[in-house]
């Protein structure tokens, strides 16, 4: 905290700092902590937290310290990080709508049953096809990411260190949570079979001591598609594979919907921080 002594922040830190600070520490915290969908909102609830902590500072008085011609610099740079986050919420945003939209389609398919295999094969081709279009465009997403994380740090002034620290903590959740849509922390450690199993069998792979909490429920689905076209379960497999993949999809849209809500409150936040910001550069 030695850097919140500045000159710039009164000799007392402001109730403010210390929230943002204790707020600040517990975000890390649960960074640490695994990804699902659950603990992925908490923290994208926790980042709007922090955003409207830091547009209450930036009203006060000290805050206007960034419009002195000296720090225009700074305050440039934290104009274009605001708008990175916001196209990165942006990509978010599209992908889950996407998914949502293709999981509209699958599951009215996969309820007139009446439907033959090779029309059911096609809504799941194309499910499959969105997918990969969204997981493509997250992986060239999280690559150029990962380049403007290593900008120096070398601000003078306290508040831009914070909004600085905030930027790089928001853009570390996106991370997680990009790669939460594209599926890829399954991928490595489960074979498709083994994620099929989970959904035929979920009780019994429970009772096996297997976590359940921390289901990735769009790479679940995804293997689960993926092996009902790819392999020839049998009828009384395929018609349980089935009713175990409705359930997944039931429960992924659940997930995109609270995604999809805390995402666009967090999107209000940030756009309110970067006006601030503005109404700073033209003060």
């Known amino acids: 905290n030695h850097h919140f002594r500045s000159n710039s922040f009164p000799t007392r830190a402001h109730p403010l700092i210390s929230e943002f600070n204790e707020q600040l520490s517990s975000l890390r915290f649960s960074e640490a902590t695994s990804s699902s969908s659950t603990s992925l909102s908490q923290k994208l609830i926790g980042l709007q937290d922090l955003h409207d902590c830091v547009d209450n500072l930036l009203l006060l008085p000290f805050s206007q310290a960034l419009a002195q011609e000296q720090n225009q610099k700074w305050l440039n740079e934290l104009l274009d990080g605001s708008l990175r986050l916001l ?13 949502k939209e293709c999981t509209h389609e699958l599951q009215s398919t996969l309820r007139r049953r009446h439907g033959s295999k090779m029309e059911l094969a096609r809504e799941v081709e ?7 279009v969204a997981k493509k465009a ?19 002034l306290a508040i831009v260190s914070l909004l600085k620290e905030l930027e790089a903590g928001t853009i570390l959740v996106f991370e997680s949570l990009l790669t939460f849509i594209a599926g890829s922390n399954l991928q490595s450690k489960s074979s498709g079979w083994f994620v099929v199993s989970k959904l035929v069998h979920p009780k019994r792979i429970a009772c096996e001591g297997e976590e359940t909490d921390d289901a990735n429920e769009f790479e ?9 076209i790819s392999h020839k379960p049998s009828k009384s497999d395929f018609s349980l594979l089935i009713d175990n993949v409705q359930t997944g999809l039931r429960k992924l849209e659940l997930n995109i919907q609270d995604l999809e809500e805390v995402l666009e409150c967090l999107s209000r936040s940030i756009v309110k921080t970067r006006v601030s910001l503005l109404n700073i550069l033209n003060h």
């Open 220 to 228: 679940m689905v995804d293997a689960a598609l993926q092996s009902l």
């Open 126 to 132: 194309k499910y499959l096809a969105s997918r990969k």
């Open 138 to 156: 997250i992986k060239k997403v999280l690559k150029g990411m990962q380049t403007k994380l290593n900008s120096k740090k070398n601000e003078d």
């Open 87 to 99: 196209d990165v919420c942006g990509i978010a945003r599209d992908a889950l709508l996407q998914t």
